[in-house]
């Protein structure tokens, strides 16, 4: 996966890299699905959700540049693989989920693989972000939103990093927001399709 999914489409963080070789997926899809775990595509995870393709993952987390110090965001939990990989690059992942059943199998697989040291899960609608734990060195977003929520935006540090998919309810672009002395920059990486982001900021 790493190699053909990853390294030839162009990711060259060799951190997130080898988080992604660290990190075993198959543990976090559901039971059915093991044997497709290290496939090129998102996989159902119940509740109509699905996990990324593990390149989205890997460019996802390359975007926010991270070194190790960071408090992170993560809204979407699904079943935590992504918040597992962050938690490998930043000191500390916050993953908000508005799902019940899935936010207590992110957790529980987290539990289980050993990385719920760094990394909490909580049960929520994070459209709105979390401000208790604000501000976010970055903040990634799993799910596709109509527009960029303007909370997510305020609870993020300056310099800090948001990524977020935005556009239609079934097609979006990757948007990668970059704050650094006050100034806002914004580019866009790549297409994507994502589940719709619910709740407040999401769709309605
Ligand atoms: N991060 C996951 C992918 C999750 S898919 C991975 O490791 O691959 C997106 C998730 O976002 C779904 O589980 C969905 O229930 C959740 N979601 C959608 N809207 C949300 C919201 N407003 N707040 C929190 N989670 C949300």
């Known amino acids: 996966m790493v190699d053909t999914q990853l ?29 497709f775990a290290y496939q ?25 540049e991270l070194r190790g110090s960071e408090s992170v965001l993560e809204v979407g939990a699904g079943c935590g693989y992504a918040a597992a990989v962050l938690g490998e690059l930043a000191a500390r992942v916050t993953t908000l989920e508005i799902v019940p ?45 109509p527009d960029v929520p303007a909370a997510l ?18 097609d979006q672009e990757l948007r990668v927001i970059t704050l650094r002395d006050g100034h806002v920059e914004s580019r866009v990486p790549t297409l994507c399709r994502f589940v719709p982001l619910r709740g407040g900021e999401g769709w309605k």
Request: net charge negative.
């Open 153 to 170: 935006v305020e609870q993020l540090n300056d310099p800090g990093v948001l990524v977020i998919p935005v556009g239609a309810m079934d």
């Open 40 to 64: 090129d595509a998102p996989i159902p995870i119940g509740e109509g959700q699905t996990i990324s393709q593990p390149y989205m993952t890997a460019l996802m987390a390359e975007s926010l």
């Open 7 to 35: 390294e030839k489409r162009g990711i060259r963080d060799r951190r997130v890299l080898s988080a992604m070789l660290e990190i075993p997926r198959e543990e976090f899809v559901p039971l059915e699905s093991r044997l």
């Open 101 to 145: 059943g899935l936010a207590r199998q992110a957790r529980e697989n987290l539990r289980r693989t050993g990385r719920d040291r760094n990394v909490q899960v909580v049960h929520g609608d994070g459209s709105v972000g979390y401000a208790q734990g604000a501000p976010y060195d970055a903040i990634t977003v799993a799910a596709g939103a």
